[in-house]
């Protein structure tokens, strides 16, 4: 069993370059059947929650998360913008990469010395408050190596294979 994993701000890779190179054109690959239905009924019943409690979150939200596979290692890519990298926690335990972690309401700067100035919002659909999302881990990875980098609002986890 592996602790928390360090987020590395400054030591990031540069998987962008490294992934434009591998994935373009980018290849899908192919989905269990209604593996892709699944999902997007998952993401439309998030959707349809958002509308009635959006401004009281439900208990966690669910980050966005690309995966993809090289020669020689899976990458996950997961949407954090907004987040620091204080606030991720990264485990691997049964099989599973766990991310979790929490982003505050985005505010407004304010740029006056009044604090009693009040805001009122008409939209709020940007998720806040606690966030976690688990990734099945393929059997052919090498724990021990497991790196992530976090940059720009996305963090990077590196699953290299045995």
Known sequence: MIGPLPVRGAQVYDVRCTLREIFMPLEMASDAPFGNIARQLNK????LQKGYSNFYPSET??????????????LVCV????????????????????????RIVPTPANNSNDPNKRIRVHLMEIDHGAFARDVDLPHNVDQEKISAAYNNGLLWIELPKK
């Open 44 to 47: 439309l019943t998030e959707h």
């Open 61 to 74: 939200w669910s980050p966005s998360v690309n995966l993809y596979e090289t020669e020689g290692s899976y």
């Open 79 to 102: 949407d954090l913008s907004g987040v620091e990298k204080e606030k991720i926690d990264i485990e691997i335990n049964n099989g599973k990469v766990k991310i979790k972690g929490h």
